[in-house]
């Protein structure tokens, strides 16, 4: 199993600290400790998430996570949800930000110096600031009770099943290598997507 990485982890792996940043870490936090599981060292836990936004990069530093191990699912809903399961105990969460919630009940003002900040037009003082108030929005993000952010709900049905590894095989068309599941028949001819689409 691997240890619990901290948030400031989680800052060096996406770059930049950010409000979607921590409550994707503090979203897997709570996953987490409501299923009673560990950090997956594997794929011991499995998260599905339903957007592609910075959130989950904080999820996959707290939770071991990845696209590339297979128990982390993407679903483009754009919605702030994740969903997560214990291989071990077959049990699942989904962990909701709350339709009310919003970083303005922690600062604010701090929509407003953002965009500022972002537009292009803060002054030194003001981008400054914003540093500033950005750490406290997102410790405040770390620090707030779970329900004033989050809706946890228990999920019925099973872990998505294990990862499975499956051979590769030219398209006859472009010849560059495809997992062969997921060639596209068209014409005779086993495709790649991209070339399926032309």
Do not use: W
């Not at 910075?54 to 590339?68: M, S």
């Not at 009770?145 to 809706?151: G, L």
């Not at 010849?175 to 032309?198: N, Q």
């Amino acid at each position: 199993m691997t240890g619990t990485r901290s948030f400031e982890d989680a800052v060096s792996f996406h770059g930049h600290r950010c409000p979607g940043l921590a409550l994707g870490y503090r979203a897997a936090g709570v996953g987490l400790a409501a299923l009673g599981a560990d950090p997956a060292g594997d794929e011991e836990v499995v998260a599905v998430v339903e957007n592609d936004a910075c959130g989950v990069d904080g999820l996959q530093v707290r939770t071991g996570c990845t696209f590339g191990k297979g128990n982390l699912r993407f679903l483009d809903y754009g919605k702030h949800v994740y969903t997560f399961y214990d291989r071990a105990s077959g049990r699942g969460v989904r962990v909701a930000t709350r339709p009310d919630f919003s970083t303005a009940r922690f600062d604010p003002d701090f929509g407003a110096l953002r965009d500022r900040v972002q537009g292009g037009a803060a002054t030194a003082e003001e981008r400054d600031e914003f540093e500033r108030r950005l750490r406290g929005v997102c410790d405040a993000i770390l620090a707030a009770p779970a329900e004033e952010i989050f809706v946890v709900t228990p999920v019925p049905s099973p872990p998505p099943e294990p990862a499975r590894i499956h051979r590769s095989v030219p398209c006859d068309e472009c010849g560059e290598s495809v997992a062969e599941h997921r060639l596209v028949e068209r014409d005779g001819k086993r495709l790649c997507i991209p070339c399926a689409e032309r």
